[in-house]
């Protein structure tokens, strides 16, 4: 079978930047233990630790506050050992994503169009806030073996506002569609799936697209949004105004179309069930990160098994 790939393209803004973050934060180590060494071999590791500290307090700061707001959610509260092991699982996240992926292999894996039609239903992949594409990379394996087209876009900019992300939506639905003759599946998430959900406002879009599955998606808002400066950030805060409009403009039966995934232990989007749209699927898994959610194996093979259900 003949196939198109599509070029791969200079690393988005995300991408140099969080290469940025990463090579300074390793040259900003590899200094100090030069300069404190020479001083002492204790004056280096206590530096050392004191700044592991500080990440791992970072680390675990979200987890604190999320289970304790979720003490007054309808999902079902998380256990004190369920919280330990996400917490421990979203850590191997945060390396593998953040200084691999996203900053380095972004573009290792091109989007796959193929030639002539496998019969199959394509994907668009709809990352989330401060993610790029390389969220997606072991996604990408498992559907192009099953013959799935996909498209895994770049939100940009990254701090814009979600509606100037519509552009990005557009054209992966258009070019999936092209390749499969069919309306493609879009897996979103976190922001990812506000961001599609401004796509079917902005574009009328429904007839166009087959199914979309949110994982993590903070549709009613998030508690930690109150934080952020960013536009999409303050956007995603609890019954914000612009998730009201974006509520109000939707026909009754657009969440019927979708599939939403969320967890007692999501450590982004809480309260839980903020993660559920009212009127869609609902899938509650127990125990399981945010970033972790993306690429958790039972996640995984539900999409898998939803879109070898609609095959053609």
């Known amino acids: 079978m003949k196939t198109t790939e599509s070029p791969r393209h200079p690393a988005g803004a995300l991408a140099r930047l969080q290469a940025t973050a990463l090579g300074a934060t390793l040259l900003g180590l590899l200094a100090w233990v030069l300069w404190a060494g020479a001083q002492s071999t204790a004056l280096a590791c206590q530096g050392l630790a004191l700044a592991l500290l500080f990440w791992a307090v970072g680390m675990a700061l979200p987890f604190v506050l999320m289970h304790a707001v979720n003490r007054s959610d309808a999902a079902p509260r ?26 380095l292999r972004s573009q290792s894996v091109a989007d796959w169009l193929p030639e002539a039609p496998t019969g199959r239903r394509g994907v668009v992949l709809v990352h989330g806030f401060l993610c790029n594409r390389g969220l997606w990379l072991p996604w990408m394996p498992l559907l192009r073996a099953r013959g799935h087209a996909y498209v895994a876009v770049n939100l940009e900019p990254v701090f814009g506002s979600i509606d100037a ?6 054209d992966a639905v258009r070019r999936v569609t092209q390749a499969t003759g069919m309306a493609p599946v879009i897996i979103a998430h976190s922001m990812g799936g506000l961001a599609t959900r401004a796509w079917l406002r902005a574009q009328q879009a429904d007839s166009r697209v087959h199914h979309v599955v949110t994982l993590g998606t903070p549709h009613g808002g998030t508690w930690l949004g109150r934080w952020s400066r960013a536009a999409n950030g303050r956007q995603m805060q609890l019954a914000s105004p612009w998730l009201q409009r974006l509520q109000l403009d939707e026909p009754a039966s657009r969440a019927q179309a979708f ?18 749209l009212p009127g869609a699927r609902q899938h509650f898994i127990a125990g399981v990160a945010h970033v972790e959610m993306a690429c958790h194996p039972e996640v995984v093979q539900a999409c898998l098994a939803l879109l070898q259900q609609d095959a053609a």
């Open 259 to 276: 599939s939403c995934w969320y967890s007692n232990c999501d450590n982004i989007v809480f309260p839980a069930r903020t993660a559920a």
């Open 165 to 170: 992300y519509v552009p990005a939506i557009e």
């Open 78 to 103: 998380a256990r004190l050992g369920q919280v330990l092991r996400a917490l421990a699982a979203e850590t191997r996240c945060f390396f593998t994503v953040f200084c691999w992926r996203q900053p």
